[in-house]
């Protein structure tokens, strides 16, 4: 198939489609503020006795949507699935439910070394390397999270004293796939770091015109011919401050 025929190039910008988020009816008093997790095990533990107030429907398992309050403020918080097609139900459900200044926060690979494991990233951008935002925007545009979100980002961080560097992400849907010729292109390219979800997430976000912005931490290495897992997935440390300095984010917007 040539390559301007590809359906990835047929961006149509109808707000309209056959099935539309508005399927699911927002509970009264649904917050504007929501926080997406990647991080199943700490959304379960800060959500322990609450009641769902809404499920995003998933064939492998609903994703529930808990309301904690942070600072005074109520906050919708759900992990939202991994990958750029659940990621974006997740976010589109929670903007028809009434959720308009949202923050992401999750893992990522770096692809360029110097980033201890644990280290805070704030994604300026991202290369779009997956499928889902090209439903949310022409192939040839540039995908960044909305300004004020990064704004508030970057105040919680500087606030807190956490060292944080902020760069463009790899957005990828295929993790076997980062090869070291794709790594290094996506290096040359200004990325520091590489996830599943970002790109989408942000094209995702301006298509509907919410507020968005993502929080990322130095996980695995994939920088050298040889992967270093690092054992990212313990650091149970990082994983909920991160999910606190989010909600601090957040609830500034």
């Not at 989408?200 to 270093?228: H, I, K, N, P």
Request: glycine share 10%; aromatic share 8%; proline share 8%.
């Amino acid at each position: 198939m040539p390559h301007a025929a590809s359906p990835l190039f047929e961006f149509d910008p109808s707000p309209d489609a056959v099935i539309n988020p508005s399927i699911h009816r927002p509970p009264l008093g649904f917050p504007r503020h929501a926080v997406t997790c990647w991080f199943g095990d700490v959304v379960r533990a800060r959500t322990v006795g609450l009641e769902p107030v809404h499920q995003v429907p998933f064939e492998h398992g609903d994703h529930p949507i808990c309301i904690v309050e942070h600072a005074g403020v109520p906050v919708a918080l759900v992990s939202p699935g991994v990958g750029a097609p659940a990621a974006v139900t997740t976010l589109e459900v929670l903007i028809a439910l009434g959720a308009t200044h949202i923050i992401g926060c999750g893992g990522a690979g770096i692809v360029r070394s110097g980033f201890d494991v644990g280290h805070v990233i704030v994604p300026i951008g991202a290369v779009r390397d997956e499928g889902t935002s090209y439903h949310y925007a022409p192939p040839e545009a540039e995908v960044a999270p909305h300004p004020r979100a990064l704004a508030a980002i970057d105040d919680v961080l500087s606030e807190a004293g956490v060292p944080h560097d902020r760069g463009l992400t790899w957005t990828t849907d295929a993790f076997f796939r980062e090869t070291p010729a794709k790594v290094a292109r996506r290096r040359e390219q200004g990325c520091i770091a590489v996830e599943m979800e970002a790109s989408a997430m942000f094209a995702c976000a301006t298509f509907r015109g919410a507020v968005y912005g993502q929080l990322l931490y130095a996980g695995d290495d994939v920088s050298a011919a040889e992967w270093d897992h690092r054992h990212w997935e313990k650091q149970s440390g990082v994983r909920d401050r991160l999910l606190d300095l989010a909600l601090d984010a957040v609830v500034r917007l």
